[in-house]
C-alpha cells in the first residue's frame, strides 16, 4: 500500500504568472505532504519540538522551491523559513495576479 508521500503530483514551475492558482495547487501538495502548517503559521507550534519542525520546514520549503522558475527562485533564495518564503511570494505574486 501506498504512503502519502509516494504520491507524485506534478505542477508547473511558478513563472510569475498567474498565482492564485499556482497557490491553490501547492497548497494542497503540501496538505498531502503534510506539511501545510509550515506555511500557516511563522513559528513553530508549541505543541511540536524543535526536532520535528525542522524537518517539516525543510521539506515544505524546498518543495515550494522546487517549484519556482529559476527567475522567481532566485529573487527570494535568501528566504530561509517556509513561512518567510511564502509571505514573500504572496506580497509580491499576489497582486499582480488579481
Known amino acids: 500500500m501506498a504512503s502519502t508521500f509516494d504520491i507524485v503530483v506534478e505542477i508547473r ?8 492558482l499556482w497557490k491553490e ?3 494542497d501538495v503540501l496538505i ?3 506539511r501545510i502548517k ?8 508549541a505543541s511540536i ?5 525542522r524537518p517539516l520546514d525543510e521539506i515544505a520549503g524546498s518543495t515550494i ?3 519556482l522558475n529559476e527567475n522567481v527562485y532566485f529573487s527570494l533564495a535568501k ?4 513561512c518567510a518564503l511564502w509571505e514573500k511570494l504572496q506580497a509580491i505574486y ?3 495576479s488579481s
Open 32 to 34: 498531502i505532504q503534510r
Open 25 to 27: 495547487i501547492m497548497q
Open 13 to 20: 514551475k511558478f513563472d510569475s504568472k498567474n498565482f492564485a
Open 38 to 45: 509550515a506555511i500557516r503559521h511563522t513559528n513553530k507550534s
Open 94 to 96: 499576489e497582486k499582480k
Open 65 to 67: 522551491r522546487m517549484h
Open 79 to 82: 528566504k530561509t523559513s517556509t
Open 49 to 53: 519540538t524543535t526536532d520535528e519542525w
